[in-house]
Every structure is written in structure tokens, then in C-alpha cells.
């Protein structure tokens, strides 16, 4: 009985302490198992980008050159809003972005290119309602700086963000995609945002939920009436074995 009764206790004091962030992790599992992480990151709505051929004339090289690519850079040739372009990247440094049609370089990308370069990458004819200009971290945001955040009315709360300096959609951000933001914070117990699994608070969380568990084990042959049943058993096989008395000589 004391035995029992310290797990008993241990059991539900525990469970009082850990109630609310075993609810947390119980809803923040099902949420995740309910909703595909693609159609978290809105990879269902990005638009279908068939191969274009890129014409690339003598030219655009030469107008490329002129651009004094310095040894060590990488040269990527790509579409941009429908326009060849050539983006030169190296270790140290910014990339730049050139039009290849103008030898112009586009880098960093204007708000109205942004915002085509974002229509472009949605899926269906939704249209930029808002640009703004993001030059910091954010809680949605990690990418390459400078970037901007372009916003969709497209009754999701969509919002792309296209970075500034190589004309890239380097994140999709959504509604659900925030409320996935929210419970995978409260999932493993970090609401800095820095998704680290290896805070005190979520190790010290999760002893406490393994011994919770361990003492419910423990109950839970006296809270299935097993224990009783033994007992009564035990004393039926006792009693059958104690001898009678003597008859009377």
C-alpha cells in the first residue's frame, strides 16, 4: 500500500504539473499528421514552370563580359519575369543580377520587379496586393537580406518573399503555415524561434512526462482491478490449504 500510494501521488502531481504541455504536444502531433508539411510550405500553389529555351545570343555573352565576371565567380543563366538574365555569384560578396538583353544590372531587384517575379511564382491569377521592403529577420523570415515580402489576398494570407539580390522566391509563408509556426514552437517548448530541441525546459519536460508514465504503468494493474482480483485469489488458494480440525476422539 505505501508502495502504491507514492506512485499514486508521484503520478498525479506529475500529471497536474505536465497537464497543459502534453495537451500542447497532443495537438501540435495531430495538427502535423493532419496537414502534409508541403501544404504548409504552399508548395501546392506554386506555379507550373514549363522549360523555356533561353536564347542567349552573341550579344548577351558579350554584354555578360563587359560585366568584368571576376575570377572564381559562378555564372548562372536563367528566365527572370519572362527575360534572360544572368546572375554572378562569388564566395565573398553580393551576388549581381544582369539582364542579359540590356547588359543592365537589375541587382537589387526593384519592388516591381519583385512583385512579377512573385505572380509569377504563384499558381492561379491572384495578383500582389502589398510589397514591402524586409531588411531584418523576422519571425517568418530567415533569408538573405535585403528581401521583399510580397502579400496575396488570395484568402490564405499567402506571402512570398523574393530576395532582392538574386530575384529568388526564397520562402512562402501562409495562415496555416503561422499556426504551424505557433504549435511547433509550443511542441518543443522554444518560443524563441530558433528551433533548438535541446533547451533545459523541453529535456526537463520530457523526465518528468517518462516518470508520469512510468508510475501510470505502475497503477495500472490497482486501477484495472487486478490487484484486488490477486488478493482474493491468494486467499481462496490459503484457505483451501488450511487444514481441518481434528474430530473428536
Do not use: C
Request: charged fraction near 20%; proline fraction near 6%; glycine fraction near 8%.
Amino acid at each position: 500500500m505505501a508502495g502504491g500510494g507514492l506512485w499514486a501521488k508521484i503520478h498525479k502531481w506529475l500529471a497536474l504539473i505536465m497537464a497543459i504541455q502534453i495537451l500542447f504536444w497532443f495537438v501540435s502531433g495531430l495538427f502535423f499528421a493532419v496537414f502534409p508539411i508541403e501544404r504548409v510550405r504552399s508548395e501546392h500553389v506554386i506555379a507550373a514552370q514549363p522549360p523555356v529555351p533561353l536564347d542567349v545570343a552573341a550579344a548577351g555573352l558579350a554584354r555578360l563580359a563587359s560585366a568584368r565576371v571576376a575570377p572564381g565567380e559562378t555564372v548562372q543563366l536563367r528566365m527572370l519575369a519572362g527575360r534572360p538574365a544572368a546572375l554572378l555569384s562569388a564566395r565573398e560578396g553580393r551576388p549581381r543580377l544582369y539582364d542579359l538583353a540590356t547588359g543592365r544590372q537589375i541587382s537589387p531587384v526593384p519592388m516591381t520587379l519583385a512583385a512579377r517575379i512573385a505572380e509569377a511564382d504563384h499558381a492561379g491569377d491572384a495578383r500582389a496586393a502589398r510589397v514591402s521592403r524586409v531588411v531584418a529577420h523576422n519571425g517568418e523570415y530567415r533569408g538573405p537580406l535585403p528581401a521583399w515580402r510580397v502579400d496575396f489576398d488570395d484568402g490564405a494570407e499567402r506571402a512570398l518573399y523574393v530576395v532582392a539580390d538574386t530575384g529568388e522566391v526564397k520562402s512562402r509563408r501562409s495562415a496555416l503555415w503561422r499556426t504551424y509556426d505557433l504549435l511547433w514552437r509550443l511542441h518543443i517548448m522554444d518560443w524563441s524561434g530558433e528551433e533548438d530541441f535541446n533547451t533545459p525546459l523541453l529535456i526537463a519536460a520530457s523526465l518528468l512526462a517518462l516518470v508520469m508514465s512510468i508510475a501510470g504503468i505502475v497503477l495500472l494493474p490497482s486501477r484495472l482491478g487486478l490487484t484486488a482480483w490477486l488478493r482474493r485469489r491468494r486467499a481462496r488458494i490459503n484457505g483451501s490449504r488450511t487444514p481441518s480440525a481434528a474430530p473428536p476422539g
